[in-house]
């Protein structure tokens, strides 16, 4: 039983580019969270997603951040425009509920250059 | 606010001693605590949880946590540091029921182990 994958483990983009984070949750897990570690910081949250739905989005950047996690596939990180303080590492973790706990993937680190 | 401040950016021991690595957390309602260790360019690897029953928790690898709910507490310890716990340690914390129940974790800005030999 494969983890938490994701991909790609590291991504460069230069300013103004679109940057994507894919994560592939453990099976039969079906909640997704997406993280996010500053350099020097703990892990922010960003956004908890079910199937086809976002149930909480409260740490995500009003603007150029957007997520998903539709019916079939991965989950979907999409970064627009990115600036450099986007450059940070990006975790994702999956959960077969909320009362449990998450596996987390060994994120994607992203470099805007 | 809810929020969970581990104190020390670092603690360092020797190879062979006990350790101790701290967590103070605030949070509405029963709290559900976490700890998780980061190797070098590596995910989160999950150590033990409290939820309810013992206050004290046993975990991965030999650690144990003790919850103090007085001292609202959930400090992280080893009876015998190895060299190879070195790692960033973070603290979390879960609030459970009401409109904060989507399991999102809020977690300390973590400490650093460095266990000497």
């Known amino acids: ?113 | 606010a809810q929020s969970v401040a581990q104190p020390e950016d670092q603690v360092n021991v020797a190879e062979g001693n006990p350790l101790t690595v701290k967590c103070t957390y605030s949070v509405s309602g029963n709290p559900y605590l976490f700890w998780y260790v980061q190797y070098p360019n590596r995910g989160l690897q999950f150590l033990l949880k409290y939820i309810t029953g013992d206050n004290l928790v046993k975990g991965s690898y030999g650690f144990e946590a003790e919850f103090n709910k007085s001292q609202t507490s959930f400090h992280l310890k080893k009876p015998s540091a190895l060299v190879s716990d070195s790692a960033l340690y973070f603290c979390a914390v879960r609030a459970s029921g009401g409109s904060s129940n989507t399991g999102k974790l809020i977690f300390g800005q973590g400490t650093t182990l460095q266990v000497k030999p």
């Open chain 1, 1 to 113: 039983n494969a983890g938490v994958m994701q991909n790609p483990r590291h991504l460069v983009r230069r300013r103004g580019q679109e940057a994507r984070l894919r994560c592939s949750p453990m099976k039969g897990h079906s909640h997704v969270y997406w993280y996010r570690q500053l350099p020097e910081e703990g892990l922010k949250f960003m956004v908890y997603l079910q199937k086809e739905n976002i149930i909480d989005e409260s740490g995500m950047p009003k603007e150029r951040f957007s997520a998903e996690f539709p019916k079939e596939g991965p989950s979907i990180l999409r970064i627009q425009q990115v600036v450099r303080g986007d450059s940070a590492a990006y975790f994702c973790a999956s959960s077969s509920g909320t009362h449990y706990g998450y596996t987390f993937g060994s994120g994607t680190r992203l470099t805007v250059v």
